[in-house]
């Protein structure tokens, strides 16, 4: 039977500030990750002592702080002149160590697509677990998980960790994923009627989301293999 394991990204927003998780690095056990959103103004980020900044990354715009201290007291941080206190969440890479490991992000897919999508991968991938990210609010992604337990088969051995955050990963500026104006080659863009701004599932904005992944649990894993969760990979008998 599989295990499903629910966890929560560590996220704040205040005005311009989007923190999209703090995590303790999955190499060294004194620093930890502070990760932005790409539209979070930086200058408005503070750091409070004991932690102390020792590395500044930007990707794709999106920054990150790498911070060091040697006690495990939480972070103290000043996000748009707001005081937070962040508890870092601590690697659990035991639970992939050595597996073969699909990651893959919902968005709106339903319990027995995913199910169907992870149980084909066991069966012919030997895949034994699985981290998604699921794109809807932590209450919906509850439902989710739930609903996903009970279509699973029993016999499915497997550990699954479903992931949501409180913050959206979406694009700011563009509708669902779901609608033809997300597709790139789509027809008579120009005649669509564009709905509204959507994040909360609008088209992955957010570069940050597979390292964040990456360092909270499949550091360890043997091989991590991140498709959609509708596509599947076919069997063959040749060697890859």
């Not at 890479?93 to 897919?109: G, H, M, Q, S």
């Not at 279509?151 to 779901?178: H, R, W």
């Not at 992944?213 to 499949?218: D, V």
Request: aromatic share 8%; charged share 25%; net charge negative.
């Amino acid at each position: 039977m599989a295990t499903i394991l629910r966890r929560n990204l560590i996220s704040v927003t205040e005005g311009p500030v989007t923190l999209l998780d703090a995590c303790y690095h999955s190499h060294y056990s004194d620093h930890v990750i502070l990760y932005f959103s790409k539209n979070t103004e930086i200058e408005q980020v503070h750091v409070n002592p004991p932690w102390r900044v020792v590395e500044r990354i930007s990707v794709d715009g999106a920054w990150t702080l790498h911070l060091e201290h040697g006690a495990n007291a939480p972070v103290s941080l000043v996000l748009f002149g707001e005081h937070h206190e962040v508890e870092p969440a601590r690697p659990e890479l035991d639970i992939f160590a050595n597996k073969d490991t699909f990651l893959a992000v919902r968005n709106k897919e339903g319990a027995d697509i995913v199910a169907h999508w992870f149980e084909f991968h066991a069966k012919t991938q030997n895949a034994e677990g699985a981290v998604i990210f699921d794109r809807a609010l932590p209450d919906d992604t509850d439902t989710f998980a739930k609903r996903l337990k009970n279509k699973l088969s029993d016999e499915t051995q497997a550990q699954i960790v479903i992931v949501s955050a409180n913050v959206p990963f979406g694009d700011p500026n563009l509708p669902a994923e779901q609608h033809p104006y997300c597709v790139p080659t789509a027809p008579g863009k120009d005649r669509m009627e564009i709905p509204d701004p959507d994040p909360q599932h609008a088209p992955l904005h957010e570069v940050h989301l597979f390292e964040i992944l990456r360092h909270r649990y499949l550091e360890q894993a043997r091989a991590v293999a991140n498709i959609d969760v509708y596509d599947l990979i076919l069997p063959t008998q040749t060697a890859s």
